[in-house]
């Protein structure tokens, strides 16, 4: 499985983004995917997941209400839509993919920066 993020970029404060996932090889439709990101000088962290079918969403309190994932399995293309950013949202993000049932991510995309200036 092959997952390459793009989508990022400098972006204002209150501003928009959203982040492409393309995967290629394996059976895209059966994997759960996720969003993670790293801040310079911090651990990465988790954003948010959805499930193979679009039906279970989950997000990390930080971005809840803000962000939203989305997947086409036709494109093989999971989304990451960041609205009203906040500098804090400045970081590294990366999508990964879960084969089992169990959001085990063991695979992962090459990362996009997103930076939010104030």
């Known amino acids: 499985v092959q997952l390459q993020a793009f989508g990022g970029g400098l972006v204002q404060a209150g501003g928009s983004l959203r982040l492409s996932c393309a995967a290629s090889g394996g059976s895209f439709s059966t994997y759960g995917m996720g969003w993670f990101r790293q801040a310079p000088g911090k651990e990465r962290a988790f954003v948010g997941r959805?499930?193979?079918?679009?039906?279970?969403?989950a997000y990390a309190d930080s971005v809840k209400g803000r962000f939203t994932i989305s997947r086409d399995n036709a494109k093989t293309t999971v989304y990451l839509q960041m609205n009203s950013l906040k500098p804090e949202d400045t970081a590294v993000y990366y999508c990964a993919a879960s084969l089992g049932s169990d959001w085990r991510f063991g695979y992962w995309g090459q990362g996009t920066q997103v930076t939010v200036s104030s």
């Open positions: 959805i499930s193979w079918s679009g039906g279970s969403l």
